[in-house]
């Protein structure tokens, strides 16, 4: 019996020690965010300098997303309703990763793009040689001595001219400048509550195991009575 109750202990204190270890192996990796703090940071299509596909406005951050050699990859405007994310890479050596969950991650902003047909065609005048769509603005690109905004317009990523768009106006994000305390680490505390309890366990194993062997121990053999029936007759 009293293997059968140390078997059933055993057994409650591998079930107590499972919840901590099946939480720490569901733990996904979070790489957070990173600022942008200098002018002139690409984010590029690959991991390679010639890829680069617009410059981020900075003061904001891109979402970490994993990262290679020298550089991050990384997630704009993800999670932020009516955009579409861009994923690609940035320099480590330009961008700081942080310690936070930053409030506004991304610029949300829009550009009016005028388009107007070439004069002197001889169209008649009811034609519109003349109209304006606005476009979710992500960062320019310069090629040659001209300025490109990279945009998603109707659907559609690319560039338009900046001198056929409204000019830009946007806030500088300043929220680096109150960073917040970061939350506790919860995996040291969990690993010492985790250890805490084997002791626990363990010491009150010890202490049952002691009641019932007091409890259910075999009684020692009654002295026998010189004068019952069974006792041996000394004469």
């Known amino acids: 019996m009293i293997k059968k109750l140390l078997f059933t202990l055993v057994c409650a204190c591998a079930l107590a020690l499972c919840p901590f270890r099946t939480a720490a192996a569901e733990t996904a ?5 990173a600022r942008i703090e200098q002018s002139g940071v690409y984010l590029y299509g690959r991991a390679e300098a010639d890829s680069g596909l617009f410059v981020l406005p900075q003061t904001y951050f891109v979402k970490l997303t994993g990262e290679t050699e020298d550089y991050y990859s990384v997630e704009y405007l993800s999670s932020t309703q009516s955009r579409r994310s861009v994923r690609g890479y940035c320099l480590k050596s330009q961008i700081t990763p942080v310690d936070y969950i930053p409030e506004t991650p991304f610029l949300v902003y829009a550009v009016d793009v005028t388009f107007r047909t070439e004069t002197g065609t001889g169209l008649p005048d009811d034609f519109l040689t003349e109209y304006v769509l606005t476009a979710a603005f992500y960062g320019t690109f310069s090629y ?9 317009l109707e659907g559609d990523f690319g560039y338009v001219p900046a001198s056929a768009c409204s000019p830009l106006d946007y806030p500088l994000n ?3 400048t109150e960073t917040e305390t970061p939350p506790a680490e919860e995996t040291p505390q969990s690993e010492g509550m985790s250890a ?7 010491v009150l194993a010890v202490a049952a195991l002691g009641a019932i062997y007091f409890l259910f121990r075999p009684s020692k053999s009654a002295a026998k009575d010189p004068f019952s029936d069974d006792a041996e007759d000394p004469y």
């Open 144 to 152: 040659g001595s001209s300025t490109y905004y990279y945009v998603d």
């Open 29 to 33: 990796p979070d790489y957070g965010y």
């Open 174 to 176: 300043t929220e680096h």
């Open 196 to 202: 805490l309890n084997i002791v626990l366990i363990c």
